[in-house]
């Protein structure tokens, strides 16, 4: 089966989902490109979810989306459209566009459409019970079909030896959100039929996506390096908390500042376990946890932090729910206090915990201004060099910080997840928005 053949019936199960629908737009407009290029072919996306109700609100979104896609492609589609008489302004191709697009897509509640699918990206919940069975299933009544799984934590090789899929799975893994993150981490088992990797880095560069392969280990190397650095993020801030006498809220805050300010990264910790959800952090370490044999990748603190029903995570306008910080018009305002149970404004602590912190050194930059630094390494290396120097707490906290992501991601390389320094910081260079890549040299 040729590239072009294999795209011509595709499903994605969870389609209404985060994930899902993101996937589900880059392969649509993909699949819709092939068929205006071959139009003797009939090109088929199934968008399988359960829940009838996303299904719809879907189909509203990809149509927005698309669109967005259209006018950005405008001279392509001009080129395309070039023998269609009847669409003279841009807007008329644009419209035709989008219809096109739509037409290839079929939103469905039962998972039979994809019996005859020879492509399936999975996107359901982080569940491998649940994937296991879908595999299972589609498995039984089609012996061709491939699956690219969006896993963030099961090992594949879990999911293909338990769904008896030998060969015809991998790891793509998306980062969120998919359309727009260029980082997508490449796992395969031992098995992968290599057909099946070709087809997945030619599908990968047609979405110009940055391929990065992790080795098949739970939580792959983003999730690898992530879960740890916020792990030891929030034992931080306990231990200063318990060190300097000071509440967990006033500490929570203090760690926050140390990896945003300090390490000039794009938001800090415990904001960033916000942003994701405290839910999904905890069941991401539930899943990595049993195939850890030297390590305990759990917190207390966030088992405490769901039990009182305070997860993060996002409202489906895209704001930020409240999880460890509190967030007005995009302000941390507040920082929450487990053993009060309630919310301790930022205003009650912030002038004691700044001076303990100290100042920061006259170098210091924001991550934003390090976006389109042509010298960033320069100004980096300037920055973090007067933090080493420095004697203030905030500095101390920074450095004991930036060496400890440092260890997190070359104990991913020597345990073999990630196959060189390289790949770990790209992934944390592009799938996380970081700077810099943990593996460096500013710290020693
Ligand atoms: N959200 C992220 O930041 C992120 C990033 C990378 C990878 N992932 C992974 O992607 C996957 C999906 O995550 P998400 O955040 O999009 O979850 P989500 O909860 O937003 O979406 C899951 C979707 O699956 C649907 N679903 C549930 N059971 C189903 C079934 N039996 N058949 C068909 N559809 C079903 C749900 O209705 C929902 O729409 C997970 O494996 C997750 O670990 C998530």
Do not use: C
């Not at 507040?334 to 149970?341: I, L, M, Q, T």
């Not at 976006?371 to 960033?376: A, D, F, G, S, V």
């Not at 500095?395 to 997190?408: D, G, H, T």
């Amino acid at each position: 089966m040729t590239y072009e053949e294999r795209l011509e019936n595709v499903a994605v199960l969870g389609a209404a989902g985060k994930m899902g629908s993101g996937i589900l737009l880059l392969t649509a407009v993909h699949m819709a490109d092939l068929q205006l290029q071959n139009k003797d072919k009939t090109y088929v996306l199934y968008a399988i979810d359960v829940s009838n109700k996303a299904l719809t609100g879907l189909m509203d979104y990809l149509r927005v989306q698309v669109r967005k896609i259209a006018e950005k492609k405008i001279n392509w589609l001009r080129a395309v459209y070039e023998d269609r008489e009847d669409l003279v302004e841009n807007g008329e191709m644009i419209d035709e566009y989008i219809f096109d697009v739509m037409k290839i897509v079929r939103p469905v509640d039962v998972m039979e459409a994809a019996y005859k699918a020879n492509l399936v990206f999975e996107a359901v919940n982080e569940n491998k019970d649940l994937k296991v069975k879908l595999f299972k299933q589609i498995k039984e009544h089609n012996d061709k079909v491939w699956f690219f799984t969006n896993t963030s934590s099961v090992p594949i090789h879990y999911l293909e030896e338990n769904a008896g899929v030998k060969g015809r799975i991998i790891g793509f893994h998306f980062y969120n959100p998919p359309a727009v993150q260029k980082l997508v981490e490449l796992i395969k088992t031992e098995n992968t039929d290599p057909e099946l990797e070709k087809f997945a880095l030619e599908y990968a560069k047609n979405l110009k996506k940055i391929i990065v392969p992790s080795n098949d280990f739970a939580g792959f190397i983003g999730n690898g390096h992530f879960m740890r650095d916020a792990l030891f993020g929030i034992n931080e801030a306990l231990a200063l908390a318990k060190e300097k006498g000071i509440s967990l809220p006033q500490a929570i805050y203090m760690i926050n500042k140390v990896t945003q300010d300090y390490l000039v990264r794009p938001m800090g910790i415990f904001q960033l376990m916000d942003y994701v959800g405290i839910d999904v952090m905890q069941f991401i370490m539930n899943v990595m946890n049993p195939y850890l044999e030297d390590e305990d990748l759990h917190s207390d603190l966030l088992d405490t932090m769901m039990e009182q029903g305070v997860k993060g995570g996002q409202y489906s306008s895209g704001a930020q729910k409240d999880g460890f910080l509190k967030y007005e018009k995009g302000k941390i305002t507040a920082v929450y206090d487990p053993d009060k149970k309630e919310y301790v404004p930022v205003s009650e602590f912030a002038e004691e915990a700044d001076k303990m912190l100290g100042e920061l050194p006259e170098s210091a930059v924001s991550w934003k201004s390090t976006l389109k630094m042509k010298n960033k390494d320069e100004v980096l290396s300037k920055f973090f060099n007067d933090i080493k120097n420095s004697d203030t707490l905030g500095a101390k906290l920074a450095v004991k910080y930036a060496k400890n992501s440092k260890a997190i991601g070359e104990k991913l390389v020597s345990d073999g997840v990630a196959n060189n320094a390289d790949d770990v910081n790209t992934v944390m260079l592009t799938g996380f928005f970081h700077a810099y890549g943990p593996i460096n040299n500013y710290f020693d």
